[in-house]
DNA sequence: TGAGCCATGTAAACGGTTACATGATTCC
DNA sequence: GGAATCATGTAACCGTTTACATGGCTCA
């Protein structure tokens, strides 16, 4: 019945509710403290989908009202499993996709002089140290407050392989940087 | 004069013709080559860019015919060097961004029972493997053919990175699925 | 009492991909 | 002779971001 075509965003939600956000803010809030260093979203996405995957059976919605402020609530149908244990096992044909305007600006770090491109190499080690330090603490408040904390293992991990990615940024920048200085002062 | 606004592939497009890439086609090649790993792009997205900077100013096109099949071949102007450096130089607010739905879908492994999580493990690493030996063939065997590969320092730095990502989600991948396998045995 | 957060949505703009269309050249 | 590659573009579609709009609740 019906043809939904389910996107990664599509995932996300439901992902999301599976870890216990109930409401569009809170799978917003979650996925701000989680999964947003590797598939940022906005409210704009987030809540057009909720409807679509209720339309389409996937969740179930009812009024969880906080004083006089409306609010949704949603779960997972059988279906909504489904759904997203289908995917988690489907092949993996994905694009891997990263866009990172920083190495792309690395990469053609060449068309400048010495010292600027010890200033570029110095901005991105400091965005990338940044970036992990962000990640970092994400992990230790968790601020996943309200999601079910218990039998959540790969979340972590995801996290820590964002951080070696950002480390590895910054120890070659570092190696990088040192390698430049000397050569400039033996000039 | 003029408002015109550099996007990522502007500079793209800009920094490619620096490097020594002549047409639209030339450029994509290129890309494909080498930033296609962490900025992919399009031929669809290149010759309307191209034409834009030309109106602006920043690339100058003359022809440049192969036999009868007609060709564009463009150069840097002054200002569109200057826009490239300036680029570079720019402060960095940048998002470096990462789209991954391979660690989308690795966060949310708990859903699934411990032979389907192995199994989306190795799918995930296979796939990252590939990747790397991806970008280092691209290294080995540029195929920036006609590009200027005289003091051309970044790029292959740039591929190091890239390397270093996926082998430390290899590495991360291994070490967790021998845990998980042991944890099973000990059931 | 006011700032900041909770909460929900819509509309417009933007950037990127895919599909389509066409034709020459090169190499096996 | 035919397949792969060189070469240039346009049109439609799709997913995402930004801006807009509204209003209640919480805490200092």
Do not use: C
């Not at 999301?16 to 409401?23: E, F, I, P, Q």
């Not at 997203?84 to 044909?93: D, Y």
């Amino acid at each position: 019945m019906s043809a939904i075509k389910l996107k990664p965003i599509s995932y996300m939600v439901l992902g999301m509710l599976r870890l216990g956000a109930k409401s569009g803010y809170a799978i917003k809030k979650a996925a701000d403290a989680s999964t947003s260093a590797f598939w940022p979203t906005s409210l704009a996405q987030v809540y057009p989908e909720l409807a679509r995957l209720e339309r389409h059976g996937l969740v179930t919605r009812h009024e969880d009202p906080h004083g006089a402020r409306a609010r949704s609530a949603y779960v997972l149908t059988e279906e909504g499993e489904a759904a997203l244990r289908a995917w988690l096992r489907s092949p993996v044909e994905m694009p891997l996709q990263v866009r990172s305007e920083a190495m792309l600006r690395l990469f053609f770090a060449d068309a400048l002089p010495r010292e600027d491109q010890l200033a570029l190499m110095r901005r991105v080690r400091e965005h990338s140290r940044d970036a992990k330090e962000r990640i970092h603490n994400q992990e230790r408040r968790p601020a996943l407050d309200d999601l079910d904390v218990a039998r959540i293992r790969y979340p972590p991990i995801v996290g820590q392989i964002g951080e070696g990615y950002y480390d590895s940024i910054v120890e070659r920048l570092t190696q990088l940087e040192a390698e430049i200085e000397a050569e400039q002062s033996s000039d």
